[in-house]
Structure formats: C-alpha cells, structure tokens
C-alpha cells in the first residue's frame, strides 16, 4: 500500500449477512432457490429488501441510534429475527437522524406503491421503534390493512401540532410542512396498530394519545422509558411480543401478562424508584426497597437501590444549593 493511501475500513470483511443470505444456494448440502432481493442507495437512506416468499413481509424502519453505524455488516433493524421466521424483509437505513423527512424517500416508497410492490405479499408489517416507529405509522397507508407494531413512537415533531414537545432537536428542525407529517393522522387505513410505549413517560403517552380509532391497541411498557424494545429485549420477551403483534394475536391482556417478567429485572426495580422520588413519594420509595428482594429473587437488590436513593437526595440537595 502506498504511503498516502488510506486503508479500506472494510478490507478483509465478510459481506453484510442479508448479502450472504441472498447469495447462498445450499445449506447442509440441500440446494435451496436463492432469496431474491435488492439494495439500493440514496443521500440520506438506504433499502435493503429480502424476499423469503410471498406470505408476509415486515417494513422495518431504523432508529436514531443506528444513524452512524457505517460498518459493513450493518442490516435493516431486525432482520436476523425476521429471516428466522421466514419473512420477507424491506429494511429503510437511516443515514441522517431527519426522522425520514426526505421527499426522494417519499418518491421511492409511493413508487414501491405503484409498482404493486407491497400488494405481492398477503400481509404486510410497518415496525420500527422511537423516529422509526413515527415512519412505521406515517407509511402504513401505502398498503392498505396492513399492520403497524410501533415501539415509543413520535406521532410528529411539527411544533404547532406538538408545542409540548421539546426532545428530538436535530428532529424538530427538519420540514414537517410536507407529506406523512402527522403520523397520528395516517393510521385509518391500516387494519392493527399496535402503540407499545410507557405511559409514564408524558411525552411518549401524549404522542400515544393522538393515535384515535378502533385499530389501535396501546400497550404499556411501565416505567421504563423511552427504551421500551431494549428492555423488552433484555427480558427475553420482545420476540414473542412482535411475532404476536404480526399475527395478530396480541391483545393488551396478554401483553400484560408477558410483561409481567419485568419482575426479575433490576433495571424496573430503580426505574419504578425514580418515579416515586420525582415525584415525591419517599414511603412509596421505601416499599419498593424493602420487597425488591423477594419480588425479584435478587438479595442484593435493595443495597444497590438504597444506594441510588442516596444518590437521587445527593444531586437533588447539591441542585438547591446552586439555586
């Protein structure tokens, strides 16, 4: 290599698994139709599309965290699960944290449309979580009863629809004047829309409640956050969460009922003690301490939420003394 030649970041790299997959003809010495698919490649997105066959295939849309992963082995959010199931896949990349407000993209989706792409597969998935699950929604009406599991959406970031929202800078800059810029409003034509967010968390519960119409079912992911997909996950029930969303045997009773796993992880344990201190429920606080270690079957885990109780009145004295 030449002294003023850069080095290839991707030199010696297996190619991205979704790549891999398409290319294989065999497995186990089984000669297999390879999956048919495509990549194409704009400014601000990419789309990656695997098709497994004809029954369903699940749109999924990238969050703001996978925004700067320039690796190679990047893949459309969730694929791994989806090509397990058997699913075919249409993955939108997000190269720019713009909450996909990009006229190409709109152009290059309602052409998918035009084309009877989306009409090709008897069920059809939009999904994605935070910035990907406000496009999960706003896209869903170009194919018509189609299902929509949607992770802590924004129903929008235009500020005179939502004044009360103040996360998402880089989000609320961009142009919300054109199409899908109310999500809320784009959801009639979809047959299920499953909102999974923590209605504790105000501004995810006020996006939420935007949403109107006997197709929407709110699932509640208490105390959490706005990372409810990560905690799902680290529960071990996201799977299942999703694979029943999709076909349609979710129901808010039964996601409660997996939900209920929450139990073993610390991570609710001191979030749902964050709560009661902001809020100013010591004694509340105290319970939750105190029953932590049979409710969890952790020993240990009281200690550890003392110790971030301590913490809370620590910042929360320091923070008077500076006003």
Not at 26 to 33: F, P, V, Y
Not at 119 to 127: A, C, G, P
Not at 172 to 180: E, I
């Amino acid at each position: 290599m030449a002294k003023d030649e850069k080095p290839d970041p991707n030199a010696g790299r297996m190619a991205p698994r979704w790549l891999a997959e398409m290319r294989q003809s065999d497995i186990e010495g089984k000669h297999l139709t390879r999956p048919r698919g495509f990549y194409v490649n704009f400014d601000t997105f990419a789309a990656i599309h695997v098709a497994r066959g004809d029954d369903t295939l699940v749109v999924a849309f990238d969050n703001l965290s996978s925004v700067n992963d320039t690796s190679l082995e990047r893949e459309a959010w969730g694929d791994k699960f989806y090509a397990q199931n058997g699913w075919s896949s249409l993955g939108i990349i997000a190269f720019d944290a713009n909450w996909y407000r990009d006229d190409v993209l709109f152009d290059y989706l309602e052409s998918l449309r035009d084309q009877g792409f989306f009409r090709r597969f008897r069920h059809v998935v939009f999904t994605g979580t935070s910035m990907g699950g406000y496009a999960a929604c706003a896209f869903s009406g170009l194919s018509p009863g189609a299902t929509v599991v949607s992770y802590s959406p924004q129903s929008t970031l235009k500020k005179d629809l939502v004044p009360w929202e103040k996360r998402f800078n880089r989000g609320r800059q961009q142009d919300w004047s054109g199409r899908y810029a109310d999500a809320a409003a784009l959801t009639g034509k979809a047959k299920r829309v499953y909102l999974c967010y923590d209605p504790y968390m105000r501004g995810d519960k006020a996006h939420a409640d935007r949403f109107h119409g006997p197709n929407i079912s709110h699932l509640h992911t208490n105390y959490i956050g706005h990372k409810s997909v990560v905690f799902m996950r680290r529960v071990g029930i996201l799977k299942t969460v999703t694979s029943m969303c999709i076909s349609a045997e979710m129901t808010p009773e039964i996601f409660n009922r997996l939900y209920r796993a929450r139990r073993k992880m610390p991570w609710y344990y001191s979030a749902l003690m964050d709560m009661a201190l902001q809020r100013g429920h010591r004694k509340l606080a105290e319970r939750i301490v105190k029953s932590s270690a049979e409710a969890s079957g952790n020993p240990r885990l009281p200690v550890a939420l003392r110790r971030r109780r301590r913490a809370f009145f620590a910042e929360l004295k320091n923070n008077n003394k500076e006003t």
